[in-house]
């Protein structure tokens, strides 16, 4: 096989997370839960001799794809169509090298395993500092739980048995490289705090109220995300932050009542799929 | 919430598999690998006073099912439609009990999480003697690989990444209960061998051979079903026989190249999901 290939990837915005590092990037990661999209990133890899990669018809760099093809040994111009902005917490660069190793395993006949390619781009977030939970989250959709950190042979999952309409507005972007690199001690607090109570009740309303809180105890709620999250709790709905982004999301019609114009899409019930 | 809930759980061929005792429900099971399938049953249930089950409109008792109620403390009517025959190898027994659990969570409220709900659904159908392994496969969807026994807190799972129209014929039902409370030692002797094949190298076409060699090492395929599969390797296509059941699945247009009049579906790239 030596034909194009294209995978379609979920986005995902996390509600809350722990940081565990590791020297081994298959095992290091984190713990939280969040939401898989509809709206998402479509990947296509396509044989080539030299290697080129196309976000929305601009060239462009991306560290972990450019891992994942090293991991691959492949050569191949990677073309991505986002819904979603990146760098503004839906993992998009987690969807982009989850993508590219779906695609490029089926273009390239490489007959890797699902789990092998997971823990690829796993690795790559990791080893880029570009996200440590995204794309374990992708590969399954849903509204994933992650109880343990890692790539697949090392993690544990679990989910939420649940589907919502979300509703999103974003208002710029955060360097998860910035904050990671900083310290992470408040996050990992209230990153476990949220964790066990989701894990207790493992229900949307639960894992909205834990992001909420969470935001606020690690300090990473912006003003302008602290705003829209309080306009939709006093309308009546439910929102936190995309962790890392300053992004708003909202479960149903939050946002909209709330007198936003939001983008709109649903959890997105399987994982990353070629097409 | 005391609403109706339905749930939608693909259907599972099983190409191959190994037979995994234990007195623990949670850890029996199956090693394994199988097909998960767009053709499934939708389930809703409804919270009342006195239980009742109907599949397709007659009255019916599922034995896992009555044992997901009983776990979840749950008085419901279950009314689940099927597109697939019960007793054929399409999982149907599990996804009835996978279904049940999902939905009557929902309708309940019963604040349970997916891996609780999937753990509850293998239990009833090992304990029922019905099923080993399809509940944890209709649970994660696509082509799932499964590496070791168990519900999720247990066993270890991948996939083939990749997807495929899927035809099948059925001519008639086999006891699973009976072939499974058999001597297994050939059935695990060829399941073994057929799961190092597909680990090696996991891909469509070696996960179809190696189930066509399961099935005659396993001494599992009768006469109409290997003519059949005779048929399809004659007409250039690949096929074998859905474990366990008297039902012929082939990949692509095999079936029909070969003169078969089949049911047409594809691989689910979901698991099960409430609607």
Redesign the interface.
Known sequence: MSDEATAFVPGHVTGFFTVSEDDDPTKAGSQGAGLALTDGVEVTVRPADEREMYLDGASIDVEPVERVLDALDADAVVTAESELPLGSGFGVSGALSLGTA?AA??ALGL?????E?VTIAHGAEVQSGTGLGDVVAQAR??VP?RLEPGG?QHNLL??????ARVEYVTFGELDTEAVLGGETDPIDEAGERALSRV?R???LS?FIFASRRFAREAELLSERVGEAIQDVSEAGGQASMAMLGETVFALGTGLTDAGYDPEVCATH???A??R
Do not use: C, F, Q, Y
């Open positions: 779906l395993n089926r007959a890797l395993s699902e789990n390619l959709g849903g739980i697949p679990d989910a939420v048995p649940a589907r894990v009740e493992p229900t639960s019930p399987a994982g799929m070629l």
